[in-house]
């Protein structure tokens, strides 16, 4: 017997059928759900999906919520959407740039110092407000948290805290994490193909502070970094660079 296209079978579905079997309460959700239809080809390449008020009805929520997550994928380039047209697939969706992830080993190592690094901690836990917003999460899921310490000839050159969005993660175990830094491990393991990059001056505090073995207070080169996958994302970072660090970017 021929399997009916999934979008002709929920269009067959009882009136508030689908509500009750696929209801999306937020905007990542729905995000998440319109992403898996793309990538089964659901809606292929340059075909309008459906309007932002029928993916409200089928989906159960708020056309606002789904208004957020169809901008946060033109955003991203997943999505093209037209005044007056509607949205349709991007005609390229597979065809997305890698971002290339600055290593904290090669910048260590171009100043002609020995490259040095050890994780300070790891545990799963409830993400900081800064860092929920950053990657998007719902509200009571948890995140991974990596506190780590890099070294140039022995010395304090840099501590991080970096959050991962564990949900979109292959699987990453602590140990993978007690030789290979958090931001080389993203590199090596998944297709990163955008960044976004924060510089501040802060004062250093707690764990950071014992690391650069700075006096608390003391203000601190502080750069956030922010990294997606498609419209997923993946890791926030926070650097902590001692007061002498001088930043060149050419």
């Not at 949205?87 to 020995?114: D, F, K, N, Q």
């Not at 990596?146 to 304090?156: C, E, M, S, V, W």
Request: hydrophobic share 35%; with cysteine.
């Amino acid at each position: 017997m021929a399997k009916l296209p999934d979008s002709l079978a929920r269009s067959l579905h009882p009136p508030g059928q689908a509500n009750s079997t696929r209801r999306m309460n937020t905007w990542q959700s729905v995000r998440a759900d319109v992403m898996e239809r793309i990538r089964a080809r659901e809606w292929l390449p340059g075909e309008l999906i459906p309007t932002e008020q029928e993916l409200a009805v089928e989906l159960g929520c708020a056309r606002a919520t789904v208004n957020r997550a169809l901008r946060e994928l033109a955003d991203s380039g997943i999505v093209e959407r037209r005044r007056k047209v509607g949205t349709r697939v991007a005609a390229t969706p597979s065809r997305r740039a890698t971002l290339e992830m600055p290593l904290m080993r090669h910048e260590i190592e171009a100043t002609g110092a020995t490259y040095g690094y050890r994780m300070t901690s790891y545990e799963i836990t409830m993400p900081t407000q800064l860092a929920q917003r950053a990657l998007q999460l719902e509200h009571g899921k948890q995140a991974i948290l990596i506190k780590t310490q890099f070294l140039a000839d022995g010395r304090p050159h840099c501590c991080e805290a970096v959050w991962l969005n564990a949900e979109a993660l292959p699987d990453l175990q602590r140990k993978d994490l007690e030789s290979l830094p958090p931001q080389e491990w993203l590199a090596r393991n998944l297709p990163l193909t955008r960044g976004k990059f924060t510089i501040l001056a802060q004062g250093a505090s707690g764990d950071c502070a014992t690391n650069l073995e700075v006096p608390e207070g003391t203000p601190v080169l502080t750069i956030e970094r922010l990294n997606w996958t498609d419209a997923t994302p993946i890791s926030y970072a926070r650097q902590f660079y001692r007061p002498e660090h001088r930043l060149v970017s050419e």
